[in-house]
């Protein structure tokens, strides 16, 4: 069951995709221990479009390479679904991070010698239920764009290719990591109606990290973090579109 606001698909049902407890993160920088994270208690729910906003060094970054198996927590637990992360070895988070977790970083990392097309078939091959390349690059609005080279696309453009290689394995969950943070605000709302979309119709569960305030609006919830903390959580009750985002 979905509510409708603006058009916009809006999850009712609470089913958490991950339920983080008491997570904390200590690096040893030399003689110095730097605390990323204190003790973030956090459910992440099917379907829903989260937005993860802070300032830098705020934790953003460390809690999402965490939930995406990218790094471990140094005290806490993670569960996705009712796998715990926490207890995984390395060839489960390798088997966790190819078939569940679709990844999008803030620089694109296509491959330049490979169109469109083949960037996006690099992750289908290596896949369970693959779509085809070509639905992925549908769904980003990039159909007529399928034998172009990242050479030949603008910065947008190379990150919709980038989101249509993440979500053409069907993950269950999308993870992005400041992905307007090197576009300007045009090309930038082009990238974020295309996770928008991946969301409403494929009910991808998706967390978006930014600096960037006004992207909160488009998102299901908000949480804020602040020195390694989580300060704030809320619901918007209207999701505004990209397009109408105070930027």
Known sequence: MSEQHNGLH???TKEAVF???GVTKIYQMGEVQVQALRGIDLDLYRGELAVLLGASGSGKSTLLN???GLDTPTDGQVLYADHDLTRANESQ???YRRYHVGFVFQFYNLI???TARENVAVVTEIAHHPMTPEEALELVGLSERLDHFPAQLSGGEQQRVAIAR???KNPDVLLCDEPTG???SQTGILVLEALQQVNKELGTTTAVITHNAGIAQMADRVIHLADGRI???YQNETRVSPRELSW
Request: hydrophobic share 45%; charged share 10%; aromatic share 0%.
């Open 182 to 184: 090197a576009l300007d």
């Open 231 to 233: 300060t704030q959580i």
């Open 93 to 95: 988070l390798t088997e």
């Open 10 to 12: 809006t999850p009712t």
């Open 166 to 168: 993440a979500i053409a």
């Open 112 to 114: 330049p010698s490979l």
């Open 66 to 68: 965490i939930l995406g």
């Open 19 to 21: 339920h983080v407890h």
